[in-house]
């Protein structure tokens, strides 16, 4: 009974592949995100949607394009993958108007060759 | 731009023995959060401080904010091998809003017998 799920949670890949990540919670949550975490580990904010709208789109590449059909799923896709793009892909969600704690996925390793 | 720091980024301690972790921020802000990440998991939310004053304990981990400061506290109690992980602070600008949470790089602890 996961509340946020991602999938999937393994990609290997070559570069200049296009690949999607998709994520959904069953927390009822209105707002969801993705977050790239580094090798280092450091965890930054990628988008996030409220509604299935469009909030923050950080300084991510035009290859980065996130969709959300609805409020209760968001998804990933990449183009023309490239060797930074390896990372750990975390999905989050939250109430907007709540406590802003986030609830996050289990992440999806990411490694492009 | 907001900056969240944690000090130390990387902490070996015996067990028994008892150690703070720390988190400056930058910008006025009376929310804050801490996370605890295990190697190849997700994050595990572990306290939300939402008020200046705020303490919250659980186990041997005792969380504190001083929003004057803009600094919170992670103390830990009598360590224990189990404690071993990552933890990470994160911050809130839009007060429950559709932002996320702007995190920290990180402390990894290391508990040794």
């Known amino acids: 009974d996961t509340a946020v799920s991602q999938t999937p949670k393994y990609l290997v890949t070559q570069m200049g592949n296009d690949k999607s990540i998709k994520c959904e919670q069953n927390?009822?949550?209105?707002?969801m995100y993705w977050y790239k975490q580094d090798s280092k580990k450091f965890l930054k904010i990628m988008f996030s949607?409220?509604?299935?709208?469009?909030?923050i789109n950080e300084t991510v590449p035009n290859r980065f394009s996130p969709k959300s059909p609805d409020k209760a799923h968001l998804n990933l896709h990449i183009n023309s993958l490239e060797l930074g793009d390896s990372a750990v892909y975390f999905c989050?969600?939250?109430?907007?108007?709540?406590?802003?704690?986030?609830?996050f996925g289990e992440g999806s390793r990411l490694t492009v060759l | 731009e907001l900056k969240v720091e944690q000090n130390p980024l990387f902490l070996s301690m015996q067990e028994g023995k008892n150690y703070t972790i720390y988190c400056n921020y930058s910008?006025?802000?009376?929310?804050l959060y801490w996370y605890r990440q295990d190697p190849g998991k997700s994050l595990e939310s572990l306290f939300v401080?939402?008020?200046?004053?705020a303490v919250k304990q659980e186990g041997r981990l005792m969380a504190s904010l001083d929003t004057k400061a803009r600094l919170s506290t992670l103390h830990i109690t009598a360590a224990v091998h189990d404690l071993s992980a990552t933890y990470f602070c994160?911050?809130?600008?839009?007060?429950?809003?559709?932002?996320?949470?702007?995190f920290g790089k990180g402390t990894h602890l290391i508990i040794q017998p």
């Open positions: 401080l939402l008020s200046n004053g």
């Open positions: 989050a969600s939250s109430r907007r108007g709540g406590t802003g704690e986030l609830f």
């Open positions: 927390l009822g949550h209105d707002t």
């Open positions: 994160a911050v809130d600008l839009a007060r429950g809003g559709a932002d996320g949470l702007t």
């Open positions: 910008t006025t802000s009376d929310r």
């Open positions: 949607y409220n509604n299935k709208e469009l909030i």
